[in-house]
C-alpha cells in the first residue's frame, strides 16, 4: 500500500555548493517548525529533495500549501511512496495521474538515483506509460510541454511517485543569510519589505514605533496578527515596541512643523540601529517606496538615512503600489493592513511637511532637542512581545537588562530558551 509524502524541491540552494549541506539543514529546520501543528514522522534528505513524512492519514495533503511558503521552497510534490514492486509503482502513477486534475497529454519522468535497481530510466518511462497508456487509452502521450508530468524517483529500496505539485514562493531558508532588524508599522508596505527580506533567507525582527500613550496600542495589536499571519511559514521569534507618543510630542513643540516627520524619522532610525546592534542584526528594513508620501523623497530619504551607520534596505523603493498590493493580499496581510489604527505616524502629523528638506535646516532642527537623550530613553524603555520561532536567537544582554526593564514584556507560548 503506498502511502502519501511530500517531496520538497529547492532550486537556489542546489548552488550552494560547499554550504549546500549546511543550506539544506536550515531548511529542513524550516520545514519542521512550520509542521509544529502536524504529526511529522521524518524530514531527511534524499537525492536533491526534501522529504516528509507524517504519521497521520491526510496530513500531506493538508499541510502541501504550508510547505509551499516556507522560505527556499521551490517547489512541493504530493508524492505516493511506493516499494520497488512494478505493479505497486505503477498502480501509485495511475492514482497520481487522476489527482493532477484535467490533461490531455502527459509524459514519465523516470529517475533512479541509485544503479543497483535493474530497470533503467528508459525502462522505467516504458513501463510506467504503457500502465499508464492502459488506464487512459483516451490521453496522449507528449514528450514536448505534455499538461501532466508522473515523476517515478527510485531511491534505494523506495519509489516516489507524483504528478501533482505546487510552486513554493523560492528564495533561501531563513536563517542563512543572518539577521536584520525591520520597521514594521501596521500599513500596507512594511509587511511586505519583512517578508521579502525572509525570503532571501534572513531572520527578520519586526521594530514597531507605536503613538502610546498619545493614542491606543491599536496599531500593536494589528502588528501581532500581521505578524501572527505570516507564522509559521515565516518564522519571526521577537517584535519590539517603541512606545514614541511623548517624544513626538516634545519634538513636535520644538521643531519646525514641516520638519517634524524627518525628525520623529531620523529617531526612528536612531533607535533601530541601537536595537540592530544589541540583537546583532547587520541592516535596518523599511517599507519606503520611491515618491509614495512626503517623506519618501529622495532628499528626505537622505536627511534620515544619514543619522545610521549600517545599511538601509528598501525592497520596496521601485515596487508600484498596485504591485505591493498584490504580495500584500497573496502572504495575507493586506486585510490586516486596511484595518485603520492610529500609530506614530498619524500623531501630531504637520499640515504640510517638507517634502525637499535642505540638510542644513536638518541639522539645525536636529539640535534643537536633546536627541542624545530621547535615543537612549527609548532604547532603555522599549517593550517587546515574544513568538515562537525556533530561528530566532535572543541576545543574551537584552534578555538580562530587560528581565525587569521592560514592562510590557509578553511572552506567547513555548518561547524556547536561546542565546547567543
Ligand atoms: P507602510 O504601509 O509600511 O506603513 P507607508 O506607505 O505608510 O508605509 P510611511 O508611513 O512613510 O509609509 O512609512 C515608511 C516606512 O517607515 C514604513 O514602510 C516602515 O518601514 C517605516 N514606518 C512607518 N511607520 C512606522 C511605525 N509606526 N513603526 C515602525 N516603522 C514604521
Ligand atoms: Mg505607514
Given at each position: 500500500m503506498a502511502s502519501r509524502v511530500c517531496l520538497v524541491h529547492y532550486h537556489e540552494?542546489?548552488?550552494?555548493?560547499?554550504n549546500r549541506a549546511r543550506f539544506e539543514r536550515i531548511l529542513m529546520d524550516s520545514c519542521k517548525a512550520a509542521l509544529a501543528a502536524f504529526s511529522v514522522s521524518c524530514i531527511t534528505r534524499i537525492s536533491g529533495h526534501i522529504l516528509i513524512t507524517f504519521s497521520a492519514k491526510g496530513e500531506a495533503e493538508r499541510a502541501m500549501p504550508l510547505i509551499a511558503?516556507?522560505?527556499?521552497?521551490?517547489r512541493c510534490s504530493l508524492a505516493f511512496h511506493t516499494n520497488r514492486e512494478p505493479a505497486e509503482y505503477c498502480r501509485a502513477a495511475i492514482d497520481a495521474l487522476a489527482e493532477f486534475?484535467?490533461?490531455?497529454t502527459f509524459k514519465v519522468a523516470a529517475r533512479r538515483s541509485?544503479?543497483?535497481?535493474?530497470?533503467?530510466s528508459m525502462d522505467l518511462n516504458r513501463q510506467v506509460g504503457e500502465a499508464l497508456c492502459l488506464a487512459y487509452p483516451e490521453k496522449k502521450v507528449q514528450m514536448?510541454?505534455?499538461?501532466a508530468t508522473v515523476h517515478v524517483l527510485v531511491v534505494q529500496g523506495s519509489v516516489y511517485v507524483y504528478a501533482k505539485s505546487v510552486r513554493g514562493v523560492g528564495g533561501l531558508p531563513q536563517g542563512s543569510a543572518g539577521k536584520v532588524v525591520t520597521l514594521l508599522s501596521?500599513?500596507?508596505?512594511s509587511p511586505v519589505a519583512t517578508w521579502q527580506l525572509a525570503r532571501r533567507g534572513a531572520v527578520v525582527v519586526p521594530i514597531h514605533f507605536s503613538g502610546r500613550p498619545q493614542t491606543a496600542d491599536t496599531s500593536e495589536y494589528l502588528c501581532q496578527d500581521i505578524i501572527e499571519q505570516l507564522a509559521p511559514a515565516v518564522q519571526i521569534g521577537r517584535m519590539y515596541v517603541v512606545p514614541f507618543g511623548d517624544c513626538q510630542r516634545e519634538i513636535s513643540m520644538k521643531t519646525p512643523s514641516d520638519l517634524r516627520v524627518i525628525m520623529y524619522r531620523r529617531v526612528m532610525y536612531s533607535v533601530a540601529e541601537r536595537i540592530a546592534k544589541i540583537e546583532g542584526a547587520k541592516a535596518i528594513v523599511t517599507g519606503e517606496s520611491l515618491g509614495?508620501?512626503?517623506?519618501?523623497t529622495l532628499e528626505n530619504i537622505m536627511a534620515v538615512n544619514e543619522v545610521v551607520d549600517i545599511p538601509v534596505f528598501r525592497?520596496?523603493?521601485?515596487?508600484d503600489k498596485q504591485e505591493i498590493i498584490e504580495r500584500a493580499k497573496q502572504i495575507g496581510t493586506y486585510d490586516i493592513s486596511c484595518e485603520t489604527a492610529p500609530d506614530c505616524c498619524t500623531?501630531?502629523?504637520?499640515?504640510r511637511p517638507e517634502t525637499h528638506a535642505k540638510m542644513d535646516a536638518v541639522h539645525e532642527a536636529w539640535d534643537m532637542f536633546d536627541h542624545d537623550a530621547m535615543i537612549d530613553y527609548l532604547v532603555e524603555h522599549v517593550e517587546y512581545v515574544d513568538f515562537t520561532a525556533p530561528v530566532y536567537k535572543r541576545p543574551r544582554a537584552m534578555r538580562e537588562r530587560h528581565?525587569?526593564?521592560?514592562?510590557?514584556?509578553v511572552v506567547r507560548e513555548g518561547d524556547a530558551e536561546a542565546g547567543e
Open positions: 540552494i542546489g548552488l550552494k555548493g560547499k511558503q516556507v522560505p527556499g521552497v521551490a486534475g484535467p490533461f490531455e541509485n544503479t543497483d535497481y535493474e530497470l533503467t514536448r510541454e505534455p499538461d501596521s500599513g500596507i508596505d509614495q508620501v512626503a517623506s519618501q525592497p520596496l523603493i521601485g515596487s500623531l501630531f502629523m504637520p499640515r528581565e525587569e526593564l521592560a514592562p510590557r514584556t
